[in-house]
């Protein structure tokens, strides 16, 4: 039975439990519940804080899991990034009063506050900045107005605690990240079916179909918009001179590929969602 660690709570929680569930699992029944088993594709499932997951994952007791690539980072776990799963993007930023530094330099001798002192210690080893790091648990924002800090490395996704905070970011991005599959070398195969479905989710997300008629005098200027991912699908009309076309197109750009294709003459355009794929 294949042993995956999803995340209980916080920011990668909900979403990473919708993933598994498009992907036809049976996840926990309500929140409270720390572990779940779906028979049907045998597999278990353990709710665990975000933080820890790599260092479950790490030690082989777990086979795979759902977390933030900065976390796994933190943990120097032995387990790796298997998939970027396109959910939960933030950068990792320093940041401090307005107007206070300019340049990652200015840190040497300062206390900067962070809750990833893992990361952190490496990047200033990597830098050779000598700074002292204080480590927190959350809303490291209020450390430095608080005393204990004077700059801060910390998780930015809108920027608006930084604003609130009256802090402003500085230096580099010490990392981007996003929400993760992580796994050790010797788990890779066992989770191959779970990647597999994962995977067919974010084709599912990423990609709708579209549909249209175009004159057969265009059809090679349409399909050029519209190229698939082998080839589009290609069927006469029962109308002498046109086709119907079908191909999957990126679900961000589909506004524009229905205007160009309009634009070329093509009609009867509909776009549909993909419920699931397998590539
Ligand atoms: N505002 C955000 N937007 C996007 N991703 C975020 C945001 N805050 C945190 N994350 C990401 O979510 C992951 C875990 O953060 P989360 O806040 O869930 O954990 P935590 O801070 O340990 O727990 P909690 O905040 O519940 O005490 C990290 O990978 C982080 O990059
Ligand atoms: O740039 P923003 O969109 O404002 O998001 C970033 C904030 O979100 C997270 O905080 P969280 O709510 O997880 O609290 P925490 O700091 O206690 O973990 C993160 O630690 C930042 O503080
Ligand atoms: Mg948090």
């Known amino acids: 039975m294949l042993r995956v660690a999803v995340p209980n709570k916080g920011m990668l929680a909900e979403t ?6 498009e992907a036809g699992y049976r996840g926990r029944r309500d ?8 028979p049907k594709n045998d597999v278990e499932f353990f709710y665990l804080r975000p933080r820890d997951i790599a260092t479950y994952v790490g030690s082989g007791v777990l086979d795979v899991g759902i977390t933030g690539r900065d976390l796994l980072l933190d943990a120097a776990s032995p387990a790796i990034e298997i998939r970027s799963l396109d959910f939960g993007d933030s950068t990792f930023r320093f940041a401090g009063p307005a107007g206070a530094f300019a340049d990652v330099h200015e840190l040497e001798g300062k206390r900067v506050a962070t809750s990833y002192t893992g990361l952190l210690e490496r990047w200033f080893a990597e830098h050779r900045i000598d700074a002292t790091l204080v480590k927190l648990d959350g809303a490291v924002e209020s450390a430095i107005r608080l005393g204990v800090a004077d700059a801060v490395a910390d998780v930015v996704s809108t920027g608006a605690t930084l604003r609130k905070a009256g802090l402003e970011v500085f230096g580099p991005v010490i990392l981007e990240s996003t929400a ?4 050790t070398p010797a788990k890779e195969q066992a989770a191959k079916t779970l990647l597999g479905r994962l995977d067919g989710v974010l084709v599912a997300r990423r990609y709708a179909i579209i549909d249209y008629d175009i004159a057969n005098e265009h059809l090679e200027e349409a399909t050029k918009i519209t190229p698939g991912f082998q080839s589009p699908t290609v069927s006469p009309l029962r109308e002498p001179g046109w086709s119907a076309v079908r191909s999957m197109v990126p679900t961000g750009d589909v506004n524009q590929l229905m205007d160009a294709l309009h634009d070329l003459g093509a009609r009867a355009i509909f776009v549909t969602a993909l419920q699931a794929a397998r590539m």
């Open 16 to 21: 990473a439990n919708e993933m598994l569930q």
């Open 31 to 38: 929140a409270k519940e720390l572990n779940a088993i779906d």
């Open 180 to 183: 993760v599959l992580i796994s």
